[in-house]
């Protein structure tokens, strides 16, 4: 399509295209008082009873697991969900995952064994502006383990270019997009990579990485998808469902 025609697309608002309604969620962080998102159990059961009246059904909380949080052990979230859990009355279902920083703590970590979606998909970020030293091996690693890689929110990482998207998927890692960089909500260069890499097919899995109700309801009416973006976010959203049911179905 030429510029013209990208620019007097119709483009159609998350509302609109009702993404959200029936949606499972692989990237949220709605764990209360663990890390940046959530703050306590008032504030969680508020989030997940906005997104409830949005449509959404399932979501993997996914606490960050980072050097700079040092409490956010395996056991200690485990036993923080367990609590929350039993705490919220929510026709919305939860689990259990976790996004993993690749920093100087994660090797510990890989040791003692990851929390995943299923058992064997297990959700991975960097830093936004340079990578880990030998980021290529450090996923070797997670792969001899017996897991794949999804790496959260690509389209975020400024140090990377297209061959580095191509290496990465040859090595055998998914791809999950953050919805909120569709909509312009961490700047013109997620923006951008997030459009380029939906487009070229790179993406398995959608997430919101919703931390707080305030940024997600401003995005939500903004007119900023094609309908072949949308027909795209509606496959990722099935593979978001497999995700859900692996262990039923594998």
């Not at 709605?30 to 508020?46: E, N, Q, R, T, Y």
């Not at 979230?77 to 976790?98: E, N």
């Not at 389209?155 to 090595?171: A, C, Q």
Request: hydrophobic fraction near 40%; include cysteine.
């Amino acid at each position: 399509m030429n510029i013209f025609g990208r620019l007097f697309t119709r483009k159609y608002s998350i509302s609109d295209a009702r993404i959200l309604e029936g949606m499972t969620d692989v990237h949220a962080h709605l764990l209360p008082g663990v890390d940046d998102g959530v703050s306590d159990i008032v504030s969680a059961k508020k989030a997940i009873a906005y997104l409830e009246q949005l449509g959404v059904l399932r979501i993997f909380l996914t606490p960050h697991i980072m050097s700079d949080l040092r409490n956010n052990t395996s056991e200690f979230l485990s036993a923080c969900f367990k609590d929350f859990s039993d705490r919220l009355f929510s026709s919305i279902s939860v689990r259990l995952g976790a996004e993993y920083m690749l920093d100087a703590s994660f090797r510990n970590h890989l040791e003692r064994g990851l929390l995943t979606y299923d058992g064997q998909h297990v959700l991975l970020e960097t830093s936004y502006i340079a990578p880990p030293l030998g980021l290529n091996e450090l996923l070797k690693e997670v792969m001899k383990k017996g897991y794949i890689p999804i790496i959260a929110h690509p389209e975020r990482y400024v140090y990377m270019n297209f061959s580095d998207y191509d290496k990465l998927k040859e090595m055998g890692c998914l791809f999950q997009l953050n919805l909120m960089s569709l909509g312009g909500c961490y700047g013109e260069h997620a923006l951008y990579f997030s459009a380029l890499l939906l487009e070229k097919g790179l993406y398995t899995y959608l997430g919101s990485d919703f931390h707080c109700i305030s940024p997600y309801k401003k995005m939500l009416n903004r007119k900023i998808l094609t309908n072949k973006q949308i027909e795209i976010l509606n496959d990722l959203l099935c593979h978001n469902e497999i995700l859900w049911n692996y262990d039923t179905i594998r």
